[in-house]
């Protein structure tokens, strides 16, 4: 594993989810990562993510979810590059973000699920400590929540050197009630990433109190105002949330408004993170 070990990732873990530095990385779409077309690739030259975990440690950061759209190749001497990289930076990749797919497509769930596989054992050629895939990108149904919890376990099941988790967002897991019913299904054997800005109706707020416990790992994003202006005290309340709860994972810091002073944004919204999750405080 990469960096400090396991358990000493915590809210007091300076955390960075990178695609808060799409910009940074010039917008770059490796070829072929996103098939069901989420995102256009980009005809542009490859970030270099060999840099990147030194980058990250110069502004503090001692965590960070990797996109996997950002990885130009997955031959395993370039991934044990990368792995070194952030070894040597001190910074732990915690979770490999596999940013598409859809494993409850009653059609294509299993090419759905092989193609995810692949980037599985990517995830674990690179150190990470998790990866993230997507349940699905259909509506909640008996069928499809069933679906997408068998091949989730089929997943763990072929990656047992990666903490497998899903996370709040796209069709199938539009509430809390679709979270937990996955979750059941899968008997433990695949965790949650809670994302603080992927629900956004007026119940948003019970709705994340009602994962909160059950959340490993999060995505700690800080909305815009129609201005481009942080939403602090939105950020600050759905932080509360999670403390109240008793959280103890890491925050991987998202910051994806206009303002493009990425870096920037991100000390803002870190500040309000240690206000609410003190260093040194429990978890």
Not at 181 to 192: A, I, K, N, P, S
């Amino acid at each position: 594993m990469t960096g400090m070990p396991t358990a000493a990732l915590s809210p007091a873990t300076k955390a960075l989810h990178t695609w808060s530095l799409f910009r940074t990385l010039d917008r770059y779409v490796a070829p072929g990562s996103m098939p069901l077309g989420g995102l256009p690739e980009s005809p542009g030259p490859a970030p270099d993510l060999l840099a990147l975990p030194a980058e990250l440690a110069r502004h503090g950061y001692g965590s960070a979810q990797l996109c996997h759209f950002y990885l130009p190749r997955l031959d395993q001497p370039y991934l044990a590059e990368v792995r070194a990289a952030f070894a040597e930076a001190e910074v732990v990749l915690e979770c490999l973000l596999v940013d598409d797919g859809d494993l409850a497509d009653p059609v294509e769930g299993d090419a759905q699920r092989d193609w995810v596989s692949t980037w599985l054992t990517a995830a674990g050629d690179l150190g990470a400590v998790r990866a993230r895939v997507v349940a699905g990108q259909q509506p909640p149904t008996e069928e499809t929540l069933t679906a997408s919890a068998g091949r989730l376990q089929q997943l763990a099941d072929r990656h047992p050197e990666v903490r497998l988790v899903t996370e709040n967002w796209h069709a199938l897991l539009p509430d809390a009630a679709a979270v937990t019913g996955l979750l059941d299904r899968t008997g433990g054997q695949v965790g949650f990433l809670v994302d603080l800005g992927n629900w956004k109706g007026p119940d948003r707020h019970a709705q994340l109190a009602a994962v909160a416990g059950v959340a490993e790992t999060c995505q700690a994003k800080v909305r815009t105002d129609a201005d481009g202006r942080l939403d602090l005290a939105e950020y600050r309340t759905c932080l509360t949330i999670l403390a109240d709860a008793g959280y103890a994972g890491p925050l991987a810091l998202v910051h994806d408004g206009p303002d493009p002073d990425e870096w920037g944004r991100l000390e803002d919204a870190h500040a309000v993170v240690r206000s609410v999750f003190p260093a040194g405080s429990p978890g």
